[in-house]
């Protein structure tokens, strides 16, 4: 599924099954909802805190709520997240390339 396809398909979920959109605010505060409970999941998998007994931790699951969330934004505000993701890279790339590879820290 290509982003402008998942564009559309939350649209379309949004419309048919969810009635309508929470509002803007409403969702960034579900976002935020939704990244902390993927931290959760890194700090307790890649970091040092430990599960709880009986704690759900479906990593994948989370990364989708965040993007679920994410896509519903930008479907709000119109953004065209295939094009901003685009920009995105060209700006990272010409700000960011030398600067990475002169990094000592991030060769082994």
Known sequence: MTIAEAQKTVDEWINSIGVRYYNELTNTAILMEEVGEL????????????????EKHDLADEM????FVLICLANQT???????L????EKKT???KER?????????
Do not use: P
Request: net charge positive; aromatic share 4%.
């Open 94 to 96: 010409k700000r960011d």
């Open 100 to 108: 990475h590879q002169n990094n000592e820290k991030l060769k082994s």
């Open 39 to 54: 931290a959760r999941i890194m700090a307790r998998t890649y970091g040092e805190q430990s599960f709880k007994d009986g």
């Open 86 to 89: 685009q920009k995105n890279l």
């Open 64 to 67: 989708a709520d965040v993007m």
């Open 78 to 84: 119109g953004v065209n997240l295939t094009e901003a």
